[in-house]
């Protein structure tokens, strides 16, 4: 039982720190797309982020980006 909820933890910590990073992440382009002096269109920059940041290939639907695994 305690080996249970300690891998309960252990899950727990890591959804949280793959959560965090990808807001991160999102703030981050949100600002970069929002910034008035660029010159490229603001699309571009938020997915130039997400691409340095290795999320950009992650989607909502897929189980494997949400265990933070990396898409091939």
Avoid: W, Y
């Avoid at 309960?8 to 002096?37: N, P, Y």
């Avoid at 989607?59 to 933070?68: E, F, H, I, L, M």
């Amino acid at each position: 039982m305690i080996l249970f909820v300690g891998a309960v933890g252990v899950d727990v910590m890591r959804f949280e720190s793959q959560r965090s990073k990808l807001q991160h992440t999102l703030d981050q382009a949100v600002l970069a797309a929002a910034d008035l002096d660029q010159m490229s269109p603001p699309r571009t920059g938020g997915r130039r982020l997400l691409r340095k940041s290795g999320s950009h290939q992650c989607r909502a639907s897929d189980n494997r980006c949400r265990r933070g695994a990396q898409l091939s």
